[in-house]
C-alpha cells in the first residue's frame, strides 16, 4: 500500500484545512487509517483515526471537536478537516494505515505510511 497525503498549507490562526490521503490497492477498505503530526523537534503524536467502515473515530484531546476524520472508500481516501486552526497545530502531518480494522492510537501500531504534508497556522 502507498499512501500519497496533500492539502497542507500556511493559513492563519482560526482558519481551516482538508487534508487528504489516497491510497492505492485494494484492500483500503479493510484497513483502519490514522493521522499523527511530528512539529519540529518533538516525537510524532496521534491526532486522528477511524475504522475500516467509518463507523467509528477517535481523537487526541488536543484536537476533539476541532478536527474531523472521515473516509470515502470507493475513492480510497481519507480525510482530516481541521477548523479553528492554532499555532501549535504547526507540524507535519502523516496519513498511515493499519492491517486491521480496528483504530489504533500508537504509530507503532501502523504498517504503512505517506510521505507527510506540511501545515503551517500563523498567528
Known amino acids: 500500500v502507498q499512501l500519497q497525503a496533500s492539502g497542507g498549507g500556511l493559513v492563519q490562526a482560526g482558519g481551516s484545512l482538508r487534508l487528504s490521503c489516497v491510497a492505492s490497492?485494494?484492500?483500503?477498505?479493510?484497513?483502519?487509517m490514522g493521522w499523527f503530526r511530528q512539529a519540529p523537534e518533538k516525537e510524532r503524536e496521534f491526532v486522528a483515526a477511524i475504522s475500516w467502515s467509518g463507523g467509528s473515530t477517535y481523537y487526541s484531546d488536543s484536537v476533539k471537536g476541532r478536527f474531523t476524520i472521515s473516509r470515502d472508500n470507493a475513492q480510497n481516501t481519507v480525510y482530516l478537516q481541521m477548523n479553528s486552526l492554532k499555532p501549535e497545530d504547526t507540524a507535519v502531518y502523516y496519513c498511515a494505515a493499519r492491517r486491521l480494522i480496528a483504530i489504533a492510537t500508537r504509530d507503532s501500531e501502523y504498517d504503512y505510511w505517506g510521505q507527510g504534508t506540511q501545515v503551517t497556522v500563523s498567528s
Open positions: 490497492g485494494r484492500t483500503f477498505s479493510r484497513y483502519a
